[in-house]
């Protein structure tokens, strides 16, 4: 089956350092990835989709010049997280679907960001 | 856009027993409604989707029904075992997006 391999699984890091989080389907093309955010015991919001080939479209509230979306590859999307705070200490996961808008989602194994 | 309300947000059940879980949906445009399986620190999990042409759809001991009309969809899981323990999310896509919309999720418990 589809598999999306997000990388790292863990990044400690301190205040004001960027970290860079890699989401990459392994075996299918995705031309649209997204990445959510969860807090503990949270639902998973929608940060942004982003979209290979051009800009990241972001969900209201997200700041695009705080996390920033690469995907220049059919295969990789890479979210930068700059200048991070104790409050971007968070699981960030990616997903990808496979096809169509009502094809399955595919997630990523998560990344546990903890800023100090 | 779409919203996704989720209950119960917690849910205990003997081994054994049925669990149901529900959702609401507000956007009637809104056709794919999948269910994903969280356990702690890990990645959601698809168990079951339905679409909107379709009423009911069984996988073993898991179960989906959907009621357009009143724009809400059920989970069921018969004979509960402690490993269904996990946190479930319903979710819904919106037709004029691509990303899915998730409802709060809902902390699954089996009692051994």
């Known amino acids: 089956g589809a598999v999306v391999s997000q990388h790292p699984s863990r990044v400690i890091c301190k205040s004001g350092t960027s970290v860079k989080i890699e989401c990459r389907s392994l075996?299918?093309?995705?031309?649209?990835m997204f990445w959510y955010r969860q807090f503990p015991k949270k639902s998973l919001m929608l940060m942004a989709t982003s979209n290979e080939g051009s800009k990241a479209t972001y969900e209201q509230g997200v700041e695009k010049d705080k996390f920033l979306i690469n995907h220049a590859s059919l295969t990789l999307s890479t979210l930068t997280v700059t200048s991070a705070h104790p409050e971007d200490s968070s699981f960030y996961i990616c997903?990808?679907?496979?096809?169509?808008?009502?094809?399955?989602?595919?997630f990523g194994n998560g990344t546990r960001l903890t800023v100090t | 856009g779409e919203n996704v309300e989720q209950h119960p947000s917690t849910l205990s059940v003997q081994e054994g027993d049925s669990a149901v879980i529900k959702c609401t949906y507000s956007d009637s445009a809104s056709n794919y409604f999948p269910w994903y399986k969280q356990e702690l620190g890990k990645r959601p999990q698809l168990i079951i989707d339905?679409?909107?042409?379709?009423g009911e759809k069984k996988d073993q001991r898991i179960a989906v029904t959907l009621n357009k009309t009143a724009k809400h969809f059920s989970l069921h899981i018969t004979e509960t075992q402690p490993e269904d323990s996990a946190v479930y999310f319903c979710?819904?896509?919106?037709?004029?997006?691509?990303?899915?919309?998730f409802g709060s999720g809902t902390r699954l418990q089996v009692q051994p």
């Open positions: 979710a819904a896509i919106h037709t004029g997006r691509r990303a899915l919309t």
């Open positions: 075996d299918f093309q995705a031309t649209t």
């Open positions: 339905i679409r909107s042409n379709v």
């Open positions: 997903s990808a679907r496979t096809g169509a808008r009502d094809s399955p989602l595919h």
